[in-house]
């Protein structure tokens, strides 16, 4: 029963031409950037408990020595060691913010156009499902001497229209709106993470200038 619903030429109409449609309509660079984000799918996402332990390294060295002497603390996050960078070499938490915003954009940028592509996707593969079910039918003139070869014909035709459904619907579709929601999520996070260490940075300075202050008075 299974084997009536498997068509190697169906799934080669399908799937293969979806692909160079879409291909054709995004573009090679969008089509590296939608395969990309769908590898970071099967990755771990933006931790937010381990961003914050190891920032708060960074937070106990400058309660401790200041902006002055700090250095920078590097956690293998491409944005946040490169805002710890900006923020130790200005000595200035303000300007971090300005950067956050740069990655930011280049991340939201970079998830919508995966999830454009794989929707342009979602879009065609009916419509390659539907070209194969005008090829399966095509080929019925020239079957119908054969026995059984009009119902092979049309069997063709209805797996064609099948998969480009279910391509469209429960593959191409819903990896774009994962794409999406989890982009949606990892902002959230490095906005909370982001605020959090300004936060923490503004009370450490403010507590060591509050330590100079008594010093002198003393």
Known sequence: MLENWIDPVAIGIVFMGTVAATLLRCGLADMRIALAALRGMFGPAFDVSRAKAELSKQIREIADDGFIRAEPHHFGDVEFDSITDIMIGQRSVESIHGAHRQYKQTRLDTAQRASRTFESAAELAPVL?????????????GATSQSGGLV???????????????????????????????????????????EWLAEGVRKAGSGLQGAGHSQVAA
């Open 129 to 141: 499902g539907l070209a194969g079910t005008l090829f399966a039918l095509g080929q019925a003139p």
């Open 152 to 194: 092979d014909a049309i069997a063709m035709a209805v797996v064609t229209t099948l998969y480009g459904l279910v391509a469209a619907n429960f593959l191409f579709a819903p990896i774009a709106a994962a794409i999406a929601r989890r982009s949606r999520q990892e902002e959230r996070d490095r906005d909370e993470v982001l």
